[in-house]
C-alpha cells in the first residue's frame, strides 16, 4: 500500500540555523503534498502544502521542494527561531475517488535551541 | 483555534467498553475525517465522510464505526475497547471532498483504555 517515510526522526539546531525535513513515498500517483506541524497538546496545522505541477514553493522562512522522479519531497526552514520547536508531519495523497486519502509520515521532532 | 471542536477531551474506560468521540467541523465544510495518533506514531487515517456519505476508509478497525449526520457533525464509535485503543483521535474539516483541499484539525480526544 502507500507509504511515507519521513526522516529525521529528532532534529535539534541552534537558533538562526536552517533545518530540513526529507520525506520519500511510494505511490507514483501522489500529487498533493502537504507539511503540517503540531504544537504540543494541539491538532496538527498546515505549513506549506505544494502540487506536483510545482518543484519548489516558499512562504517567507518556508519552503517546500519536490522530486517526482526520485518520489522524495523535503521541508526547509531557514533562520529558526524557538517557537518553530514542533513535530512536523510530511504527508501525500494521490485523490484519486474511493482512495482519496493523506498518508502522512512518522513525524519529525524538531528543537531549535535559543 | 481551527474552528473544529471536539469533545470530550480526555476519556477515560475499561477494556471491553464501548465509546462516542464527536466532532464538528468548521462551518462550511463538508468534509469530516478521522485519525488516531498512538503514543510516538504518525496519523493514522482512519475514515473520511463527505456530506453524509462515507468517501474513504483507511486501517479501520471492525470494532471502530463512524457516522456523519445531517447537520455535519460526526462521531466516532469504538467498542469492544482494548489497550492497544488507548491514543489521541483527532478530526479535521476542509471544505472539498478531496484531500488536496487543506484540512483543520480540532484538538482531539485522548482515549485511555485502563
Known amino acids: 500500500g502507500e507509504n511515507v517515510e519521513q526522516h529525521p526522526s529528532t532534529l535539534s539546531v541552534q537558533e538562526g540555523d536552517s533545518a530540513v525535513i526529507k520525506c520519500t513515498y511510494s505511490?507514483?500517483?501522489?500529487?498533493?503534498f502537504p507539511w503540517y506541524k503540531q504544537e504540543l497538546g494541539k491538532g496538527p496545522q498546515l505549513i506549506i502544502d505544494?502540487?506536483?505541477?510545482?518543484g519548489e514553493k516558499k512562504d517567507q522562512r518556508i519552503a517546500v521542494t519536490l522530486n517526482k522522479t526520485a518520489k522524495h519531497f523535503s521541508l526547509h526552514i531557514t533562520e529558526t527561531q524557538p517557537e518553530d520547536s514542533a513535530v512536523y508531519f510530511c504527508?501525500?495523497?494521490?485523490?484519486?475517488?474511493?482512495?482519496?486519502?493523506?498518508?502522512f509520515g512518522t513525524g519529525t521532532r524538531l528543537q531549535v535551541f535559543p | 483555534d481551527s474552528g473544529v471542536t471536539q469533545t470530550p477531551k480526555h476519556l477515560i474506560t475499561a477494556t471491553g467498553q464501548r465509546v462516542t468521540l464527536r466532532c464538528s467541523p468548521r462551518?462550511?465544510?463538508?468534509?469530516v475525517y478521522w485519525y488516531q495518533q498512538s503514543l510516538d506514531q504518525g496519523l493514522q487515517f482512519l475514515i473520511h465522510?463527505?456530506?453524509?456519505?462515507?468517501?474513504a476508509k483507511g486501517n479501520i478497525l471492525e470494532r471502530f464505526s463512524a457516522q456523519q449526520f445531517p447537520d455535519l457533525h460526526s462521531e466516532l464509535n469504538l467498542s469492544s475497547l482494548e489497550l492497544g485503543d488507548s491514543a489521541l483521535y483527532f478530526c479535521?474539516?476542509?471544505?472539498?471532498?478531496?484531500?488536496?483541499?487543506?484540512?483543520?484539525f480540532g484538538p482531539g480526544t485522548r482515549l485511555t483504555v485502563l
Open positions: 505511490d507514483s500517483a501522489s500529487n498533493y
Open positions: 465522510y463527505y456530506n453524509g456519505e462515507e468517501r
Open positions: 505544494i502540487r506536483s505541477n510545482v
Open positions: 504527508a501525500a495523497s494521490t485523490f484519486v475517488p474511493e482512495t482519496d486519502k493523506l498518508i
Open positions: 479535521a474539516s476542509s471544505v472539498g471532498r478531496l484531500t488536496n483541499n487543506e484540512q483543520f
Open positions: 462551518s462550511g465544510d463538508l468534509s
